[in-house]
């Protein structure tokens, strides 16, 4: 979906309050004002403050982005205003303010409305892209800026190739063809401005892998057909390899028995200088029984996808700089549920199915807060949390050998994923090493300590 055509350019503007009843106020008054659909602006002004009651919806980075649902005929209406000197808003700490506010009204009849949601939330999410934002000195280039941020890769100036990049590309056709490659695996990090690959890889799919994907077109006019959001763990080359694989063959993208050319390079170095040829079934061997075996029947992909970026986080980050080892197991929760055990009080419980679910991306401090409490995180194959602090108790007899070094978690996560057809991902509080457990077998997809590795 492209966000874009929901933002006019008269939905972008600088906010003169300083409260945010002050801001939601402005940008309430002009994104309603040219519509032909009549909307209540003072019920849609006591919605948003009643939410935020209930909820905050701060983001981090100095980004709040207030969101309703409504009845109405046009899916969303999108309004983003800069408050060029800061606002205190309830629940920051000392020194933090909002200066950045996204809102998103949506009607109630939105079939993708937490995808929009949290597609909305990632362009806002990155720090650099925030701070481009309000380093622009007139409105107009305010407006530019977001509205080129919205509209994808495609709406980035357009970097001039090198000589050695281009002659990489053609030599990189050239292998794929010979190790009867069928897609191109190209990662987009490694341009600080943009790019064009079109017209290297005739007649290969050509897959583009990011830190930030767009929320607009996807890759159209760079010459690639699908791009893949992964977070990248260190400033190595193709840091972000076997997780994009592996979402890729959740996609539907690859096949198990596909071979990737991988093109790449140091993120934001503008200089390709790798080349990597990879067989997707020696490097998910002990995972891939059958081509649709990776993922449980009852997993979205999109549910995988984002509990994985968030055990990323976790594994970077830590919580308030201490290394956190939690447990997310995803699945048919019917069943995992038989095998579980509350040590603590459900946090989660008597919340709405639409505020604790995944994809809702106000859902991820939330999740980084408990991931310090024992257990585990039990989650429906919808995205909905059903608990957390989940002792996992399968029979004795799913439990197996494990390499050594690994824990209690490891080892419960292992016996899950036999147990119940589930899949489990585990961050490792020792390494910061995120795993991936599908019946009993073990992938690691990330791991610290070889952060130096390609």
């Not at 700490?93 to 993708?112: K, P, Q, Y």
């Not at 690959?197 to 006019?221: E, L, N």
């Not at 197991?329 to 419980?349: H, R, Y």
Request: with cysteine.
């Amino acid at each position: 979906m492209r966000l874009a055509r929901h933002l006019p350019k008269r939905n972008i503007l600088d906010i003169q309050g300083d409260t945010l009843e002050d801001a939601l106020t402005e940008l309430l008054s002009a994104s309603t004002a040219r519509i032909s659909e009549k909307l209540n602006c003072k019920r849609l002004l006591r919605a948003l403050l009643e939410r935020e009651q209930t909820m905050t919806t701060y983001l981090g980075n100095s980004v709040a982005m207030p969101h309703v649902r409504i009845k109405m005929k046009r899916p969303y209406i999108v309004a983003v205003g800069r408050c060029r000197k800061g606002m205190i808003f309830d629940g920051l700490t000392d020194g933090e303010e909002v200066r950045l506010i996204v809102l998103l009204i949506a009607s109630d009849g939105a079939r993708n409305y937490l995808s929009v949601l949290a597609s909305l939330a990632r362009q806002f999410q990155d720090k650099g892209h925030v701070d481009f934002l309000l380093e622009a000195e007139k409105l107009e280039d305010f407006q530019a800026r977001v509205l080129q941020g919205l509209g994808g890769l495609e709406a980035r100036p357009k970097r001039a190739q090198e000589r050695f990049n281009q002659s990489l590309l053609t030599e990189a056709l050239v292998l794929a063809r010979a190790a009867r490659c069928t897609t191109t695996l190209f990662f987009a990090d490694t341009f600080a401005g943009g790019f064009n690959i079109s017209g290297y890889f005739p007649k290969m799919r050509t897959v583009a892998v990011t830190r930030t994907a767009p929320a607009g077109r996807g890759g159209q006019g760079t010459g690639v057909d699908a791009v893949i959001e992964v977070q990248s763990f260190s400033d190595q080359r193709l840091s972000q390899l076997r997780s994009a694989v592996l979402i890729g063959l959740t996609r539907g993208l690859f096949k198990h028995n596909d071979r990737l050319c991988c093109i790449g390079g140091i993120p934001l170095s503008n200089q390709l200088d790798t080349l990597l040829i990879v067989d997707v079934a020696q490097e998910f061997q002990k995972l891939l029984i059958r081509d649709t075996d990776l993922l449980p029947a009852t997993v979205k992909v999109e549910v995988m996808e984002r509990v994985l970026a968030i055990a990323t986080e976790l594994s970077l980050q830590g919580r308030e700089g201490r290394p956190v080892g939690c447990l997310f197991v995803i699945g048919d929760a019917s069943s995992v549920n038989k095998l579980v055990k509350p040590l603590v009080m459900n946090p989660f419980q008597g919340y709405s199915e639409l505020d604790r679910n995944v994809l809702n991306p106000f859902m991820d401090e939330t999740i980084k807060e408990f991931s310090s409490i024992d257990g585990a995180f039990i989650i429906r194959g919808d995205g909905v949390v059903e608990s957390a602090g989940s002792l996992l108790s399968p029979a004795a007899e799913f439990y197996g050998d494990l390499p050594s070094g690994l824990g209690a978690r490891h080892s419960a996560a292992s016996a899950i994923s036999r147990a119940s057809d589930c899949i489990a991902i585990v961050v490792s509080a020792s390494s910061g090493q995120v795993s991936i457990f599908r019946k009993g077998e073990m992938l690691p997809l990330i791991s610290k300590s070889a952060s130096g590795d390609l």
